[in-house]
């Protein structure tokens, strides 16, 4: 099960990373980037690396059960692929904020697009003030590396919970 884990998760894990690449000019314009496209891009692009999961667990299943897996493993399959691909998302985000000047405006520009969503909604200026003060806070702890480590990873690692969750109601098979 090992090498088969490692094996779709390091997959999913690079799919996941060239995608995040990849579709940076679609969400970039002028050097500021589209936020909601921006967060859309980045949680199709999860999607489709993270269906390494549906085919990892179905390989198991086919190749190393005879054909049979129950929910409890097919889903224990499904996390520790999730596991490999997250370690991989976490530790491409990591070079790539720390390595790119237009990552490292992600915050700033973040907060902007947070404070104008907030004026769209009708907020009052007290309200704006709060959130500017509660985020900029916030944006304080992510410069501590094991901060920004936990955010990224709880990014991704729900959506690779609930694809193993999908998989494994999909792919039990008792004898």
Known sequence: MRKLVLTFGIIAGII???????????YMQ????DMGKGELLGYISMIVALSMIFFGVKSYRDKHQEGIISFGKAFKV???ITLVASVIYVTGWMIYY???????????????YMIDELKAEGASEEKIAEERAEFQSQMELYKIHAVMIAATFMEILPVGLIISLFSALILKRKE
């Open 16 to 26: 996941n990373t060239i995608l995040m690449r990849s579709f940076q000019p679609l």
């Open 30 to 33: 002028d050097g500021q980037m």
């Open 98 to 112: 720390n390595t790119d000047e237009t990552a490292q405006q992600f915050p700033e520009q973040y907060l902007e």
């Open 78 to 80: 499904g996390f520790f």
